[in-house]
């Protein structure tokens, strides 16, 4: 009997230590480890800080990979907010993470890992940065802020798009339309005298052929200056690949032009509808004209989209084409799709 008195008192004393330890974890879930969570009125925002990066109803923003996205996340409760988190479908590359260097805005972590703040935190202002990864379509990165009243979240998503690449001071020369060069965007080659040079069958010719993304020509019966696709009709040349690229004139100015991103590129020729709106050729450009252009769906870069800043257009002469040729000198920004 005296045995079963002391066990008694054992299951008695584990009891009483069982119930103290499961009050001790709900105290421990309580201040912000629990993963269901009742609905905070917290005052929750989440804004992109960079304006070069293109936004659709502050949700959806364009990135290349190893572009970074800056975010601004604000909060304001009526409570000590316990825990600011930011969460990923895909984790961000190197470097991602809260920014608690710039004094403009706070640092009121006490754990920047895992976003764990200070005693007596009821707002704040921080970024954070989301570095674009490799290999990925889009991530979703959903913002939580814990108080003692439950949680507030948001969710934005980064989509991926080509990196760029910028050609500058490209010249193409032409004597008429059979008689012209033309350029490649992925390699950033112009090609000359296409007809002499390229147009006979032959192992060379054809992977050169299948480059072909803009031919210039001037028009001497209208006397104005085109641009055409390997496809066009205007072009007499006899080529095995014609390239069925599509080029449109864009009203954009020459600081947008000059400060494209992979983003705004991606967000501009998409808002122009290039595929749908899009001509073979396009006659009479002049200079200082804008000009958006989409590759074949067939091209050795598919469905890549640029744009084209004219810069000079004249008569001119050069020793492959004899008399009177011209020129046209222009930059260019597009996408590299085979990375």
Known sequence: MKNNRYNGGAVLLFAIMLIVSLNSCESFVEDGYRVDYDISNMELKVEVFSSELAELGDTLTYLATGDTIVYVIQANSLYDIKSCVVQSTNDGAAGSGFDVSDSDFDDPFADHSYGTMKKNVRSF?????????????????TFSAIDAEGKATLQRTAVLVPSIKKYSGISLYAKDNLNNDAFSTSDGVVYEDIK????????????????????????????????????????????????????????????????????????????????????????????????????????????????????????????????????????????????
């Open 125 to 141: 202002r921080v970024k954070y940065n989301y570095i674009m990864p490799k290999n990925i379509s889009n991530s979703r990165i």
């Open 196 to 339: 002499t040079n390229y147009s006979i069958f032959s192992g060379v010719s054809i992977d050169v052929q299948e480059k072909i993304d803009m031919i210039f020509f001037y028009n001497t019966q209208s006397q104005k200056a085109v641009i055409a696709s390997p496809a066009s009709s205007s072009v007499a040349l006899e080529l095995d690949i014609e390239n069925n690229n599509l080029f449109k004139k864009l009203n954009i100015s020459t600081d947008a032009f000059n400060s494209l991103t992979a983003s705004s590129l991606f967000e501009i020729t998409q808002n122009d509808s290039i595929f749908y709106t899009g001509s073979p050729a396009i006659s009479g450009i002049k200079v200082g004209d804008i000009i958006g252009f989409i590759t074949d769906l067939n091209g050795i870069e598919p469905l890549k989209t640029g744009i084209i800043k004219i810069n000079a257009l004249h008569p001119t002469s050069i020793s492959r084409y004899k008399g009177t040729s011209y020129v046209m000198e222009f930059d260019i920004v597009t996408q590299v799709k085979n990375q």
